[in-house]
């Protein structure tokens, strides 16, 4: 289907036996369907860089199969994604590179379920994964640097960790901790040598870029359901270090189509690809106005 606008782009449905040569000299497009199915028949080395936040484990119920993050265990979550991953190293160039937002969790302390939150409904849960082996109930879980470290022996080389701080976090209920109001983001690269533009985004008073982000979170009016989206401004920054103008930058879990978004604005070409038939559109509907 091809949809009116600027940038062109086309949203697809991922079908078996399904090639996607052309996507490699084409204009952009969104492909519903099996993140690892698709980059699977992707071709090598087509993207210069990746900017994606996966699902997060246990904090959220897509209601959609496929899905990842109700995995039985971290460690089954995290072995699906480094899994997932590999293809996306092999759809890099040799200097690509891949910025990944990841969220923690705590553990569920074997509670089946989870109440809605009146500030976002969309965290109620009918089932959570039970407390992994070898945690405890209350744990925090560790899941970003579980997954840096499958990473990176996996091949990745682990270039740094930013730390995004949320200047307007939503509050929390909990009064045994501290609220938390980061996230990490992981810069990774295929290679020893790989591209990273230090001019091209300056932090305050023209100095380069430090490893903390003072970034608010971004409400997407179209999103009341999709509450881990993360803002077109940390997105950017990503895209404009890892990437030229017409360059193609790939999000395997577009989800609202953020990175779609950013990357159109910059004079890059996307590639984003799907499961929930819900947020291709919501992706496409963004895009569009965008």
């Keep these: 289907m091809e949809l009116n606008g600027s940038p062109p782009f086309s949203v697809r449905e991922h079908t078996a036996g399904a090639g996607y040569e052309d996507l490699a000299a084409s204009g952009s497009a969104i492909v519903q369907g099996d993140a690892h199915r698709i980059l699977a028949a992707l071709p090598d080395g087509i993207a210069q860089t990746v900017v994606t936040s996966p699902p997060y484990w246990s904090l959220r119920d897509y209601g959609i199969e496929g899905q990842l993050g109700l995995e039985a265990s971290v460690h089954e979550f995290v072995e699906a994604l480094a899994g997932l991953f590999d293809e996306v190293r092999r759809v890099l160039v040799p200097d690509g590179t891949l910025w990944l937002n990841i969220g923690d969790s705590y553990t569920s302390g074997n509670r089946g379920w989870r109440a809605p939150d009146r500030k976002n409904v969309a965290r109620a849960m009918g089932t959570r994964p039970p407390t992994p082996e070898g945690l405890k109930p209350k744990d925090l879980i560790g899941v970003p640097w579980r997954l840096a470290f499958a990473l990176q022996e996996r091949g990745w080389y682990l270039r ?60 997407v009016r179209e999103s009341a359901g999709h509450f881990a989206t993360f803002p077109e401004s940390l997105a950017e920054r990503c895209i404009l270090l890892g990437s030229r103008e017409g360059d193609l930058v790939l999000d395997p879990f577009l989800g609202s189509g953020t990175t779609a978004v950013a990357a159109a604005r910059r004079g890059r070409r996307f590639l984003g690809l799907e499961l929930n038939p819900d947020y291709v559109r919501m992706a496409a509907s963004r895009i569009r106005a965008s």
């Design 160 to 219: 740094s960790d930013l730390v995004w701080n949320k200047p307007n976090a939503q509050p929390e209920s909990v009064g045994d901790r501290p609220t938390r109001s980061h996230e990490y983001l992981f810069l990774l690269s295929r290679g020893e040598r790989y591209r990273y533009d230090v001019d091209a985004v300056r932090g305050p008073n023209g100095r380069r870029l430090r490893s903390v982000w003072d970034l608010n979170t971004q409400a």
